[in-house]
């Protein structure tokens, strides 16, 4: 479980870092890394963000994708290995850096701009890498 943790804590703290770091220095502008990466602020808002009740299931639901992966670790049927319970880690700590924003602010802050992908955030890199490494890991 030390993998899923640390690799867990590890994302959050990096994913609201660079969130705060891109709302004080970037709101406004935009950086042009070459011709592909571009960093932008962006506040993705959604309705459901700011309904009070619907923030309470977000969160909820975080906790029982927490509850469930435990549990399934602990029956030894999914995520046995090291690099199982780094992607889960990693999956839980983006899902968390984003509920987290949709608490604070009631909008995701999402900053990364491919010019040819919808912006994102590294909590969505967590997220969608975290559970392909998880998935395809075998016990």
């Not at 950086?31 to 909820?60: D, Q, Y």
Request: glycine share 10%; hydrophobic share 60%.
């Amino acid at each position: 479980m030390l993998p899923m943790l640390a690799s867990g804590v590890v994302l959050l703290l990096l994913d609201q870092w660079s969130k705060t770091t891109v709302q004080l220095q970037v709101r406004g502008r935009c950086i042009s890394w070459g011709p592909i990466l571009r960093i932008r602020w962006v506040a993705n808002a959604k309705r459901i963000h700011a309904r009070r009740g619907a923030r309470a299931a977000l969160a909820l639901v975080w906790f029982m994708a927490l509850l469930a992966a435990i549990v399934l670790h602990r029956s030894g049927a999914w995520f046995q290995n090291d690099v199982a319970l780094l992607g889960l880690g990693l999956a839980l700590g983006g899902a968390a850096g984003n509920l987290l924003d949709i608490l604070r602010y009631r909008y995701i802050v999402d900053f990364i701009d491919l010019r040819w992908w919808p912006v994102f955030n590294l909590a969505d890199v967590g997220i969608v890498g975290g559970l392909l490494l998880a998935l395809t890991q075998r016990a």
